[in-house]
């Protein structure tokens, strides 16, 4: 738990953003008060090893038997990395795998980068959730190449538009888990800016220092 709220600071910090007028465009085309840029949280050495080490722990007690992790490039790669590397530090073998925006056109014509083959078990990986759009295309995808669904994982449910539970639907009631939920962060976030307010009103405080 100690790692888990270590990791929802970082994403506070360096990945979110909230405007009280909605002024926040989605890749969807919707509003929202919130935007997530997972990157900047996947990219930095200690959110990625956090996420390397959390999302190991929830291969072993959920999905112990996968062979392969994976989602839609770009918001998927540093998680999949992430997972890979920590696992094999520890004694584990999770192959990480790329789903391709656009269908490969020359050699081997495939949807999947990566050493996963048809009939292997998979956990389908992403950053940030919304409309479930791009977590539905990547199991779409793995499923045309023949990989086996074994449920997803994602950084960040932003808990708009049930993306999560359009998610849940097209793999059949499997699993579907964030590791973390934009209600957890919103109260750290909430209290991180009341102590910031009450520093700027102190009459010690100096904004050139």
Same mark, same amino acid.
């Given at each position: 738990?100690?790692?888990?709220?270590?990791?929802?600071?970082?994403?506070?910090? /360096?990945?979110?953003?909230?405007?009280?007028?909605?002024?926040?465009?989605?890749?969807?085309?919707? /509003?929202?008060? !919130?935007?997530?840029?997972? /990157?900047?949280?996947?990219?930095?050495?200690? =959110?990625?090893?956090?996420?390397?080490?959390?999302?190991?722990?929830?291969?072993?007690?959920?999905?112990?038997?996968?062979?392969?992790?994976?989602?839609?490039?770009?918001?998927?790669?540093?998680?999949?990395?992430?997972? %890979?590397?920590?696992?094999?530090?520890?004694?584990?073998?999770?192959?990480? !795998?790329?789903?391709?925006?656009?269908?490969?056109?020359? =050699? +081997?014509?495939?949807?999947?980068?990566?050493?996963?083959?048809?009939?292997?078990?998979?956990?389908?990986?992403?950053?940030?959730?919304?409309?479930? =759009?791009?977590?539905?295309? +990547?199991?779409?995808?793995?499923?045309?190449?023949?990989?086996?669904?074994?449920?997803?994982?994602?950084?960040?449910?932003?808990?708009?538009?049930?993306? %999560?539970?359009?998610?849940?639907?097209?793999?059949? =009631?499997?699993? +579907?888990?964030?590791?973390?939920?934009?209600?957890?962060? %919103?109260?750290?976030?909430?209290?991180?800016? +009341?102590?910031?307010?009450?520093?700027?009103?102190?009459?010690?405080?100096?904004?050139?220092?």
């Amino acid at each position: 738990m100690e790692k888990l709220e270590r990791l929802k600071r970082i994403i506070l910090e /360096k990945s979110f953003e909230y405007r009280e007028d909605a002024s926040f465009t989605l890749s969807s085309g919707e /509003k929202s008060q !919130f935007y997530f840029d997972c /990157k900047k949280t996947t990219l930095d050495p200690e =959110g990625s090893a956090l996420i390397g080490e959390l999302l190991l722990s929830l291969v072993n007690k959920r999905f112990p038997h996968i062979i392969g992790a994976g989602g839609l490039t770009l918001g998927a790669d540093p998680m999949g990395a992430a997972l %890979m590397h920590h696992a094999w530090f520890h004694g584990k073998q999770v192959l990480h !795998f790329i789903v391709r925006k656009e269908l490969k056109g020359h =050699g +081997a014509i495939k949807w999947i980068e990566g050493n996963v083959k048809p009939g292997d078990p998979v956990l389908v990986l992403d950053d940030v959730v919304t409309t479930g =759009g791009s977590v539905i295309k +990547a199991i779409r995808r793995c499923r045309e190449d023949g990989l086996e669904i074994e449920g997803v994982a994602v950084l960040v449910d932003r808990e708009e538009f049930h993306g %999560m539970e359009k998610v849940q639907r097209e793999i059949g =009631g499997k699993p +579907a888990v964030a590791l973390i939920k934009r209600s957890e962060i %919103m109260p750290i976030y909430k209290e991180i800016r +009341a102590q910031k307010t009450t520093v700027e009103k102190s009459p010690a405080f100096d904004p050139i220092k």
